[in-house]
């Protein structure tokens, strides 16, 4: 993933965070607000109920007593007082009481509850309520008017007049209905609802709001019957169409009578539509701010690319070029920051390093070519030495006798060429090694060729007046064909087991085997002899070294040549007295050498 692509979805992603975080975070806080504001409003909402309540049943109170001090119902009394008394003149008194003094209902009755006089049913003349003998007096409270279309609910007050012995009952009451709902001040949003409790089971037309009937009724149904089953206040939430802005949630008052019977519930309703819409504000709000950050985002990473992720790139590709050999590589500066002080380190480190390559060149070259000297100087010595000699006895025997001078002069020639033909070996093997041949590669089976290998050098394993040398074969058999040079990987299968057997003078285990790797071969060539110091491992390859009394030092230099022309790798790992173990990986299919070898004239 490109570190542009990185930065847009790192800003992205803490822009998408916060968004969401923050517009998590003012909407709890609003709603928590809102439904705060919401249950003190209806908290005022149901106190104000409570007091247009008691208002209204002390109105109804303070009219009844009105009503029986009056002078026609003070007749009345005393007429029905006497022995006697006849109420039948009585029957229409209670209409006009009860219009002049604003009561939906007035009933006149004797002490054992019998109507006198009814203003709402007349014609329940004689009919014994026995309610009103056992209803508080001077108290106003709820009750159940019975009525010729049924019943209703109002605030009852009852009054006592005693004369004579004898007691008479003046019970108004006005009804809790539609107008009583449409005299308490509400909030914008809020509504209050009555359903009176005339009914066994849930009835729509007890149901009734300040406007009137009330739209699905039926939805109410499981919040009302919850409350007269449990005889207290329940709150819930309404949903009336699909539309989350149509809910409306509902907190219940039951009003009970003097017998604590649920005659009504109060249900004060308050909209949810101005918080449903107020959280859509908020998350559309949050959107476009989510969005905006977006695209800022957006820009930022295309300018934290250009200041950050190009002046990388730029180093990347320097540090490649630096890799494939291009030290002298630069990259252009143009900031004074910490990128701009990594590029001119970077500069800085390639020019150190083109500097320190030259010094380190050129001292491998003198140290090549001292080393050169060195083992030339050491081969030559000893056929030199022989050479002079033989000179100097040629002169000598000049100046002996002919026949002297013959004998000493066929030994003489004789020694000359052996010596001769010596320097020319020497020669040669120096010739060998800087003009090594190009592989030509070519299907080899491995296995074949470190058999046959191991089988040249089996009478030297055994051979007689030195102890024996056991060798082992672990060859595996899956291993497959690689692409090699059969005579050049020969010769160096060859040199590493020569070093093996000069490795054990005093006998010992030589091992060889063969593994299949990921996309290759591994050759292993193991030794139980005297082993290496790690001095002498860390220079092992190193051209014109050896450790043996008589050696060129080329046999290593020459397989590791073999080994880097195949495209492979070789080494060693070695341990004083254990033995020392090589390691060869080959390629199936190495690529083409960059270059030819040319030979040297």
């Known amino acids: ?9 790192v800003l992205a992603a803490l822009v998408a965070i916060s968004v969401t975080a923050a517009a998590w975070a003012v909407s709890l806080t609003t709603r928590r607000a809102y439904l705060r504001a919401d249950r003190r409003q209806t908290a005022a909402l149901l106190a104000q109920f409570d007091q247009e309540y008691q208002r209204l049943g002390q109105g109804v109170l303070a009219r009844v007593n009105a009503i ?13 007082s006497r022995p006697g008394g006849d109420a039948s003149p009585y029957v229409d008194a209670a209409p006009p009481l009860a219009a002049s003094h604003q009561l939906d209902f007035l009933d006149f009755l004797s002490g054992d509850g019998s109507i006198v006089s ?23 409270f709820l009750h159940l008017w019975n009525l010729p279309e049924g019943q209703a609910v109002a605030l009852t007050a009852v009054a006592e007049i005693h004369l004579r012995g004898k007691t008479f009952f003046v019970a108004g009451a006005q009804r809790l209905d539609r107008q009583f709902l449409a005299s ?17 089971a849930f009835s729509a037309d007890n149901l009734v709001a300040a406007s009137g009937a009330v739209p699905q009724p039926e939805r109410l149904a499981p919040l009302i019957a919850e409350v007269l089953q449990k005889n207290r206040a ?26 604590g019977h649920l005659l009504a519930v109060l249900l004060v309703g308050s909209s949810r539509r101005d918080l449903v819409l107020l959280m859509r504000r908020i998350r559309l709000s949050a959107l476009a701010v989510g969005a905006a950050g977006l695209l800022i985002g957006l820009v930022l990473s295309w300018w934290a690319a ?5 002046p990388v790139l730029q180093l990347a590709e320097g540090a490649q070029k630096v890799a494939a050999g291009e030290w002298n590589a630069r990259v252009e500066v143009k900031s004074r920051d910490e990128v701009g002080q990594l590029a001119r380190s970077f500069n800085q480190m390639t020019g150190q390093l083109v500097e320190q390559r030259e010094r380190l060149v050129q001292a491998e070259r003198v140290a090549a070519w001292r080393e050169l000297a060195r083992r030339l100087a050491h081969e030559l010595k000893n056929p030199l030495f022989p050479l002079q000699i033989t000179v100097e006895n040629l002169q000598r025997a000049r100046q002996q006798t002919p026949e002297q001078f013959d004998e000493v002069f066929r030994e003489s020639t004789a020694t000359l060429l052996a010596e001769l033909a010596n320097l020319k070996t020497i020669l ?13 590669r070519q299907p080899l089976d491995l296995n074949a060729l470190v058999t046959e290998v191991v089988r040249l050098f089996e009478a030297q394993f055994s051979a007689p007046g030195r102890p024996p040398i056991h060798a082992e074969l672990r060859l595996d058999p899956d291993l497959g064909p690689i692409e090699a040079d059969p005579h050049l990987l ?26 299949r790797r990921d996309a290759g071969a591994e050759l292993v060539i193991a030794d139980t002899g005297s082993g290496l110091t790690p001095e002498e491992r860390d220079r092992l390859f190193t051209p014109y070294y050896t450790t043996k009394r008589h050696g060129t030092g080329l046999g290593l230099a020459i397989v590791q040549s073999v080994v880097s022309d195949h495209g492979g790798k070789i080494s060693v790992e070695s341990v004083p007295e254990r033995g020392t173990t090589f390691r060869i990986v080959l390629p199936a299919h190495p690529a083409a050498p960059s270059h030819e070898r040319g030979e040297s004239k």
């Open 184 to 200: 308490l001040t509400l909030p914008q949003g809020m509504r209050a609802l009555l359903y009176r409790n005339t009914t066994p």
């Open 490 to 515: 020969r010769r160096a299968v060859e040199n590493l087991v020569l070093n093996a057997l000069d490795a054990m003078p005093e006998g010992g285990t030589l091992t060889v085997g063969t593994a």
């Open 68 to 80: 029986q001090a009056t002078p026609s119902v003070l007749r009345m009394v005393v007429e029905l």
């Open 1 to 9: 993933m490109r570190l542009r692509l990185k930065l847009f979805l």
């Open 234 to 259: 329940v709150s819930r939430s309404v949903e009336w169409t699909p539309d989350p802005s149509s809910a409306e949630t509902f907190y219940t008052l039951p009003l009970a009578g003097p017998s």
């Open 118 to 140: 009814s203003a709402s049913w007349p014609a329940r003349f004689g009919y014994r309520e026995t309610w009103v003998t056992r209803a508080p007096v001077g108290k106003p």
């Open 306 to 310: 250009a200041r950050v992720a190009r």
């Open 428 to 440: 040669n093997r120096f010739g060998d090694f800087a003009k090594m041949p190009a592989p030509e």
